[in-house]
DNA sequence: TTGTATGCGTTATCAC
DNA sequence: GTGATAACGCATACAA
């Protein structure tokens, strides 16, 4: 069934029945009618494959993330699925598992698909091949927004950013509050702009309380648990260990708590711990971990609504969204000096 | 830039382009050669779109499930995308948040997308609309597989499940074993298949053993934490509360947990339980839960297979996969009797 | 082995 | 208000 059937059926041509479906202004109501009723009886969908070709764009969006597995990207993907929706869009899913090359094949990979606009979560940040793609994108009219993370090269994109820095800021102080001095920090793959941005929070609070920064203090792993649990093993067998840990993300997070389970500690007793993301399960099972916590689906629905702002207008000027984060206290952030 | 460009600048006809695209045999290795040569150098990439329309089919799959923030469904969505992308096929992503007719929307919306293929795990499993939109879409040549979850009705449709009977009747097997003999489940929506088969293990398990089916020891919620809470809540509250109790998936376990932990209770230690499907993150943090394991990003692969055997042979036989389950003791299955 | 011509299902630009 | 008809970019049957 396609519109020149219904166009047949309804004694009219193929340009009427397209005015329909497009709700054109100028069709007279009874013509309009009697068409609604043939394509209802004979249950018909115009073809999107059709329009996008002849309108040269799709209703679909490209979201591509570093990592499926990490509960922080779906929380990206659930907002943005749910603003899409509710704007009559679509979500192409992609996942490069941080890996470069892997993320310049799926770029290319979505040149033939005629996508409305693209939400990437980088994994080559300094890879200019990404830096080049996107922006070919954009100067082909293909929006494109940042979400989480920066890249090099990418000053005039939009992007929708977690205040990490401050996040982390607020973190350390409060661990400061409770006294501690030594304070380690377990960070990802320097990188990383979100990472980096950590770290500098971290520094400040330090900075701005008279606390000198000491190397051996700052652990650098990836975004992953284990080297978390490596860096978390390192600093723990240092002749002055830390008596506060912040973790960089929710896996790294989970890398340390792994090592001091094992190793019969308790966040909130031997060690303080604040974590950055929060990690649900956790609470609910009474394991009170503090964590700085942002709202990953406000992130990817924010994140989805500009970009259809610069759908419906290619005029619209580039957008720098901060999404604030939020310190919640459970107790782990305490512990014996 | 499209084929006509690339054919007049590599003086060849678009037919001769098109056949070097898509490989075709019958074309000298000199043009092939002068045409990829054109194509490379202006970085073309042919449109998909226009390809669609032409061959009427698209590269494309929809996955519909029912509740993105449950990591079962997002390990699943994970092995779907692994091997769409390793056949080049792109993935569209829809959450229904269990609603029928949400569902329906859906299921109406990707009509118009011209799908290679669609797996879902229905939300509307008696829903005479989902069936009856599925089966349209089957005899139409879009192939269906439904994961996870049967619906009614859709008898002659591919499955990909999990062996659930199993794996309950292996748990609670486990418990009784255990010397328990006052033995709950914490069931969910009765309509969903999962539940029904997860309940019919626990009962044949008694069964077999000689122990008599109590109905205060059968609660039933829905498959959210918040209402397992209750049941749980339910359960111990009874005059001669259960030793030991079976959670019908993760979400609901950790509501029973949540429960626990409130009111001073351990699992292994107090109350025995064993859920269905891991949490990791638990057992990193020192939270030793058994459970029912099965991977879902097989179940997803697996699921992808056979849609993908149905999109490139139209006659292949129907398949009914079922993934076995394995069960993991890690102490709560152990309690004071 | 290659080229020509037609169709895929829409939208949009003209006319009327 | 409505109707022909030319794009949109590609695949393919048929010719050569």
Redesign the pocket.
């Known amino acids: 069934m396609?519109?020149?059937e219904i166009a047949r059926l309804a004694?009219?041509?193929?340009?009427?029945?397209?005015?329909v479906?497009?709700n054109s202004e100028?069709?007279?109501s009874?013509?309009?009618e009697r068409v609604h009723a043939v394509m209802k009886e004979h249950n018909?969908?115009?073809?999107a494959?059709?329009?996008d070709?002849?309108?040269?764009r799709s209703a679909v969006v490209a979201a591509v993330v570093p990592d499926l597995k990490n509960p922080f990207f779906y929380g990206l993907i659930e907002g943005i699925t749910r603003v899409a929706d509710k704007n009559h869009y679509q979500v192409l899913i992609f996942n490069t598992n941080e890996d470069a090359d892997k993320e310049y094949e799926v770029l290319q990979a979505i040149r033939e698909r005629n996508v409305a606009g693209i939400l990437i979560t980088a994994a080559g940040v300094r890879d200019e091949r990404t830096t080049m793609l996107l922006k070919e994108y954009q100067q082909s009219g293909t929006p494109v927004v940042l979400v989480d993370r920066y890249i090099e090269g990418g000053e005039g994109m939009d992007t929708v950013m977690a205040d990490n820095e401050t996040g982390s800021y607020e973190a350390t102080c409060e661990l400061i509050r409770q006294g501690h001095e030594r304070i380690a920090i377990i960070a990802g793959e320097k990188t990383l702009s979100p990472v980096y941005e950590r770290e500098l929070g971290y520094r400040r609070a330090l900075a701005e309380n008279g606390i000198s920064i000491r190397k051996k203090y700052i652990a650098y792993g990836n975004q992953m648990a284990d080297r978390s649990y490596s860096c978390m093993k390192k600093l723990m067998s240092l002749s002055k260990p830390p008596t506060a840990v912040f973790c960089g993300n929710n896996q790294m997070s989970l890398g340390a708590l792994r090592y001091m389970f094992e190793n019969g500690m308790r966040a909130g007793d031997n060690v303080a711990i604040i974590g950055f993301d929060d990690i649900d399960v956790l609470n609910d099972v009474g394991i009170p971990l503090s964590v700085v916590d942002r709202s990953e689906k406000d992130m990817g629905g924010k994140a989805m609504e500009i970009l259809l702002r610069h759908i419906n207008d290619s005029d619209a000027e580039v957008a720098h969204i901060s999404v604030p984060t939020r310190l919640i206290l459970r107790g782990s952030e305490k512990a014996k000096l």
């Open positions: 396609n519109i020149k004694g009219v041509s193929v340009a009427t029945v397209s005015r479906i497009n100028s069709v007279k009874a013509t309009r018909y969908i115009p073809s494959t059709a329009r070709l002849s309108f040269q």
